[in-house]
Every structure is written in structure tokens, then in C-alpha cells.
T-cell receptor
């Protein structure tokens, strides 16, 4: 595809519901990143995949957050038992290689999650 | 891990004014440094980068010089346009390994004609 695609664009969940956010990276991109962006803030790193391997999940805020990329392409970020503080824009980015100095991050437009 | 401090906005300028957005960082070694930009209604995109100390990155009239002695990577443009109105993010790598990036809080630039 032409760019990183995320779905849905908007998601409203009642507190306590589970949600799943999808990311389709650029075809052939090795690395995939998830970020969380609160209103008026910069993106905060959540997790990083190289192909299907999750190499860094140090940014996941709690064990309610889970991400996977089983075949090394599409990725899903799942949030269980959503809380109001989970409301944010969730950004996915992909890059051709594993090192940022060699290949830039290409971002999707994000999924705006609102927990009521 | 590394950290970044970015000048807070909003920054409001008239067209053709000079722009500086300050960015300082703490890092192990001399990582590559990046500026990303988010135009209204669009996703984040790379604006420019510098891959080693004393390098100057440039794009679309914007420049930033990697100053290792002051650990800074300030963004500058000599004459801003209305179309430059956007949010600008300074971003070094989180770790020396150079995979994921850490982003500053962002500086909103608003340019009026």
C-alpha cells in the first residue's frame, strides 16, 4: 500500500470493554512501532517489533496492553478492560530497516480511542 | 535511556519571519537526531535528520545542526510561510541501539499572513 494504514480511525469504548486496534504497515517494512499520544503531548513509545519478534515492550503502561505481529506484517494492539486514562491517539509506524538512522519512521494517521 | 527537551509553544509568527525551535537532548554516544512534523489532519512525517555530530540536516528551507558540545539540535528557518503551520517534534533515539525514537512534547507553530 501507499502508506501505513490504521483502523478504526475512531473508537469509543465503555470503561471495562476490550478493544483491538489494527495497523497495516508499508509492505516489506521490517520494523513496526506503536506509540500513544495524549492530547497536547508528544507520542510516547509503547512497543517495537522487528518482523514478528517483539524486541521491546518496555513502554506498555500495564499488563492490560498487549501487542502482536504474528506473521511479521499486520499488527494488533489490544487493550483489555479499558480505563479512562487509556483515551488517546494510538499511532503505528513502520520503517524499512531496524535502525532509525538508516530509514525513517512512516506513521499512520492513528486511531483515536475515547473511553467513556 | 535518552531524553529530549523541546521548547514549548505555541509559537506565533508573521509570514517571512525567522523561526527557531530549541531542542536539547541527553544521550549515550552520538546518536542520529531527527525532526518530525505533523501538519493539520495528517500523520507525523520526517522533516530532516542528522546522522552524526556537526552534521546539518535540511529540508523545505528548514535546517538543524547537530551540536555535540551543547547536545542541541535546534530547528531554524529563515522565512516561514503560512503553509509551515504545524506541530514540530524533536526526536532522538530512545536507546543507543537506535531503534525506536523518543519524541519531545511538540511545538505548535502558527504563521499568519
Amino acid at each position: 500500500g501507499a502508506g501505513v494504514s490504521q483502523s478504526p480511525r475512531y473508537k469509543v469504548a465503555k470503561r471495562g470493554q476490550d478493544v483491538a486496534l489494527r495497523c497495516d504497515p508499508i509492505s516489506g517494512h521490517v520494523s513496526l512501532f506503536w506509540y500513544q499520544q495524549a492530547l497536547g503531548q508528544g507520542p510516547e513509545f509503547l512497543t517495537y517489533f522487528q518482523n514478528e519478534a517483539q524486541l521491546d515492550k518496555s513502554g506498555l503502561p500495564s499488563d492490560r496492553f498487549f501487542a502482536e505481529r504474528p506473521e511479521g506484517s499486520v499488527s494488533t494492539l489490544k487493550i483489555q478492560r479499558t480505563q479512562q486514562e487509556d483515551s488517546a491517539v494510538y499511532l503505528c509506524a513502520s520503517s524499512l530497516e531496524g535502525r532509525t538512522y538508516n530509514s525513517p519512521l512512516h506513521f499512520g494517521n492513528g486511531t483515536r480511542l475515547t473511553v467513556t | 535511556g535518552n531524553s529530549v527537551t523541546q521548547m514549548e509553544g505555541p509559537v506565533t509568527l508573521s509570514e517571512e519571519a525567522f523561526l527557531t525551535i530549541n531542542c536539547t537532548y541527553t544521550a549515550t554516544g552520538y546518536p542520529s537526531l531527527f525532526w518530525y512534523v505533523q501538519y493539520p489532519g495528517e500523520g507525523l512525517q520526517l522533516l530532516l535528520k542528522a546522522t552524526k555530530a556537526d552534521d546539518k540536516g535540511s529540508n523545505k528551507g528548514f535546517e538543524a545542526t547537530y551540536r555535540k558540545e551543547t547536545t542541541s539540535f535546534h530547528l531554524e528557518k529563515g522565512s516561514v510561510q503560512v503553509s509551515d503551520s504545524a506541530v514540530y517534534f524533536c526526536a532522538p533515539p530512545i536507546h543507543q541501539a537506535g531503534t525506536a525514537l523518543i519524541f519531545g512534547k511538540g511545538t505548535t507553530l502558527s504563521v499568519s499572513s
